[in-house]
T-cell receptor, first 110, second 116 residues
């Protein structure tokens, strides 16, 4: 029941945009997005609970499709600080059990 | 608040030895999670607790692994006996009331375990 993330890795130049996808074979109760820098703990970005919901802060936003089986994370005008591994965490049912995808490694170059 | 505190930060041990990892969650948080991270498997959920009670331990690899939460401010993950394939970074995370607020899981800095 692990969600599937794509792509596995992305290399960008500063200022370019990126999209990371997270999909599940089952309808999800919630989707969480986290970013982890090398040698550090994952840090929370946002949670989406409702189908059709979109959220964002600064230039990072996310959507949760109507069927609640897919979420996408959008990084606009990427900065060097965006580099890291992005994980989606999914919850099937209101259980509190959060399962993470394999992660997408994002590298932003000057 | 000091955040989620894990110890030890690094542990190197020999195969067959017992390993105990410790976690102090953020005060007031009622959910506690143990995750294991490796290159091959990513972030795996091992077990999680709600109000000190284990809710789901289906991710615990085998009987060599056990976890306890004797009170709201302390949890342990024990591996006995340890094997080289247990080498990983073990994260503890806590959250408040089922994502009632922002939904954030607060992670500790992790315990890096190396079993020789």
């Amino acid at each position: 029941q692990q969600p599937v993330q794509s792509p596995q890795a992305v290399i960008l130049r500063e200022g370019e945009d990126a999209v990371i996808n997270c999909s599940s074979s089952k309808a999800l109760y919630s989707v969480h997005w986290y970013r982890q820098k090398h040698g550090e703990a994952p840090v929370f970005l946002m949670i989406l609970l409702k189908g059709g919901e979109q959220k964002g802060h600064d230039k990072i936003s996310a959507s949760f499709n109507e069927k609640k089986q897919q979420s996408s994370l959008y990084l606009t005008a990427s900065q060097l600080s965006y580099s890291g591994t992005y994980f989606c965490g999914t919850e099937i049912g209101d259980t509190g059990k959060l399962i993470f995808g394999q992660g997408t490694t994002l590298q932003v170059k000057p | 608040d000091a955040g989620v505190i894990q110890s030890p930060r690094h542990e190197v041990t020999e195969m067959g030895q017992e390993v105990t990892l410790r976690c102090k969650p953020i005060s007031g948080h009622d959910y506690l999670f143990w995750y294991r991270q490796t290159m091959m498997r990513g972030l795996e959920l091992l077990i999680y607790f709600n109000n000190n009670v284990p809710i789901d331990d289906s991710g615990m690899p085998e009987d060599r692994f056990s976890a306890k939460m004797p009170n709201a401010s302390f949890s342990t993950l024990k591996i006995q006996p340890s094997e080289p394939r247990d080498s990983a970074v073990y994260f503890c995370a806590s959250s408040f009331s089922r994502f009632a607020n922002t939904g954030e899981l607060f992670f500790g800095e992790g315990s890096r375990l190396t079993v020789l």
